[in-house]
C-alpha cells in the first residue's frame, strides 16, 4: 500500500521561510519522480514544483519560482520543499505526489499515480 505523508507546515509571517516533508512507503521511491502541488481555498489545483527520480532535473510553477527549492533523499525515501520568502498568497495546502517508477516529474496533475492528504501552510501579513 503506497503511502505518502506530508508534514511540516504550520503558521509563517510573511517573509519567512519553512521546510515542508513528504515521507512516501510502499512504491520504488528511488525510481519515481515526484511532485508538490498546493491548492488555496476556491482555487484550482496548482503545481509547485517536480524533481526527477535522481534529483538531477527540478522544474518549478511559475508562482514559486526562485523562493522554493524542491529536494529528495533517496536513502530516506523524503522529498522535502523549501520554501523561502513566503507571501500571504502562499496560503494552500500542499500536496505531495508521486509518479510510481516513472523517472521524469511532470508539472500535470493527472500524470502522477499518488497523493499525500496534504499539510496546510498559513502565511500571515
Known amino acids: 500500500q503506497v503511502q505518502l505523508v506530508e508534514t511540516g507546515g504550520g503558521l509563517v509571517q510573511a517573509g519567512g521561510s519553512l521546510r515542508i516533508s513528504c515521507a512516501a512507503s510502499?512504491?520504488?521511491?528511488?525510481?519515481?519522480?515526484m511532485g508538490w502541488f498546493r491548492q488555496a481555498v476556491g482555487k484550482e489545483r496548482e503545481f509547485v514544483a517536480g524533481?526527477?527520480?535522481?534529483?538531477?532535473?527540478?522544474v518549478y510553477g511559475d508562482s514559486p519560482k526562485g523562493r522554493f527549492t524542491i529536494s529528495r533523499d533517496n536513502a530516506k525515501n523524503t522529498v522535502y520543499l523549501q520554501m523561502s520568502s513566503l507571501q500571504p498568497e502562499d496560503t494552500a495546502v500542499y500536496y505531495c505526489?508521486?509518479?510510481?517508477?516513472?523517472?521524469?516529474?511532470?508539472?500535470?496533475?493527472?500524470?502522477?499515480?499518488?497523493w499525500g492528504q496534504g499539510t496546510q501552510v498559513t502565511v500571515s501579513s
Open positions: 524533481i526527477s527520480w535522481n534529483g538531477g532535473s527540478t
Open positions: 505526489a508521486a509518479r510510481n517508477e516513472k523517472l521524469t516529474q511532470s508539472a500535470t496533475a493527472g500524470r502522477y499515480d499518488y
Open positions: 510502499g512504491l520504488t521511491f528511488s525510481r519515481s519522480a
